[in-house]
């Protein structure tokens, strides 16, 4: 009898402590970004989430991972994100932000093409609780485009001077 008491309690307090991790793969996000909300996690579930997307060339990207709430209590206990892949130098943290009502973990910078992936983790405080992926790209302009303004800004420069003279 001791023993299955003591099983059961084993059994509950590994019950508490469930780890949860789900794998993301978006694909090449380079067109359109990516939105989407996480699975939902059991109060005192640790979590461990790989987003993982390719940019087919150089963009400046911007992830925005956001929990929001309804009472003035965090949704996560140590909630942080990672991101790895393509030019950069190993993992790179993203930066927290927290309010009464939300946790935002943020980061941006020019990336090149390559494969990438944001690794997000956590304790959930509650049941039901979820967080937000955003990731927001925008092509940086090839050298040649540059080159095609100066020129356009050039004859522009030109025609309103020899307007002038005339």
Do not use: C, H
């Not at 909300?37 to 925005?64: E, I």
């Not at 991101?83 to 935002?104: D, K, Y």
């Amino acid at each position: 009898m001791k023993f299955s008491t003591l099983t059961v309690a084993a059994a509950l307090a590994l019950a508490g402590s469930v780890a949860q991790a789900a794998s993301y793969n978006l694909g090449d996000i380079t067109a359109t970004g990516a939105s989407q909300n996480s699975a939902s996690f059991a109060n005192g579930a640790n979590f461990t989430d790989s987003w993982n997307f390719s940019l087919t060339g150089a963009n400046d990207v911007a992830a925005l991972i956001s929990a929001n709430f309804a009472r003035p209590e965090f949704a996560f206990s140590n909630f942080q994100a990672f991101v790895s892949g393509g030019n950069l130098p190993g993992q790179v943290a993203l930066n927290l932000t927290s309010g009464n009502s939300f946790q935002i973990l943020e980061g941006s910078g020019p990336t090149i093409a390559g494969n990438y992936t944001i690794t997000v983790s956590g304790i959930s405080n509650r049941n039901n609780s979820f967080y937000t992926f955003n990731v927001d790209v925008s092509p940086v302009p090839e050298p040649s485009s540059y080159a095609l303004l100066m020129v356009g800004l050039g004859v522009v420069g030109f025609m309103a001077r020899r307007s002038r003279k005339v």
